[in-house]
T-cell receptor, first 117, second 113 residues
Framework: GAVVSQHPSRVICKSGTSVKIECRSLDFQATTMFWYRQFPKKSLMLMATSNEGSKATYEQGVEKDKFLINHASLTLSTLTVTSAHPEDSSFYIC?????????????FGPGTRLTVT | EDKVVQSPLSLVVHEGDTVTLNCSYEVTNFRSLLWYKQEKKAPTFLFMLTSSGIEKKSGRLSSILDKKELFSILNITATQTGDSAVYLCAVEIYGGATNKLIFGTGTLLAVQP
């Protein structure tokens, strides 16, 4: 089946620094990737949708200058949390979809736990 | 505003019990409803439903959608401790250039031996 990886799985950083999270589709080409954020005991909140080669579409309330998304290739999308603050601590999950073969299923990565101290 | 609501928020049962998880939704541009199981990490796909009244079944799990009343249920029969997880309901909507998923709050299921 389709596999999506994320790196790192866990990161701790100091307030004010930037952190980059990678999302890769390992055995398929992801024309669209999604970034979600999940707080403890809460559901997944869609942050943004990125299509390969174009700018990401951010959901209402998500600061695009703070959460930079780059989907430069069909197998890689990155989320950079800039000038991180403790309130950015969360579980970030990406998912990927190949529109050419799967019109409905999103394949989720294992998530990245970000802790900002 | 698009909304997906799940109930109950949490549930504790004993092995062998049958459980029913609920998902109701209010969205524009409905395309499909999906169920996921989330243990420690990423959600894993269970079912996708697009038509009313057609039951999807996989082993001890089954699900059905009612597009008139805007809800779905997920049934788990003969529960096992391995069924303990958060069950997420998501509605896929047409979102302009790309369809997207709106997730419910999830139901935390704990199955005790």
């Amino acid at each position: 089946g389709a596999v999506v990886s994320q790196h790192p799985s866990r990161v701790i950083c100091k307030s004010g620094t930037s952190v980059k999270i990678e999302c890769r589709s390992l055995d398929f080409q992801a024309t669209t990737m999604f970034w979600y954020r999940q707080f403890p005991k809460k559901s997944l909140m869609l942050m943004a949708t990125s299509n390969e080669g174009s700018k990401a579409t951010y959901e209402q309330g998500v600061e695009k200058d703070k959460f930079l998304i780059n989907h430069a290739s069909l197998t890689l999308s990155t989320l950079t949390v800039t000038s991180a603050h403790p309130e950015d601590s969360s579980f970030y999950i990406c998912s990927a979809r190949d529109w050419r073969t799967s019109h409905y299923e999103q394949y989720f990565g294992p998530g990245t736990r970000l802790t900002v101290t | 505003e698009d909304k997906v609501v799940q109930s109950p928020l949490s549930l504790v049962v004993h092995e062998g019990d049958t459980v029913t998880l609920n998902c109701s939704y209010e969205v524009t541009n409905f395309r499909s409803l999906l169920w996921y199981k989330q243990e420690k990490k990423a959600p894993t796909f269970l079912f996708m439903l697009t038509s009313s009244g057609i039951e999807k079944k996989s082993g001890r799990l089954s699900s059905i959608l009612d597009k008139k009343e805007l809800f779905s249920i997920l049934n788990i029969t003969a529960t096992q401790t391995g069924d303990s997880a958060v069950y997420l309901c998501a509605v896929e909507i047409y979102g302009g250039a790309t369809n997207k998923l709106i997730f419910g709050t999830g139901t935390l299921l704990a199955v005790q031996p």
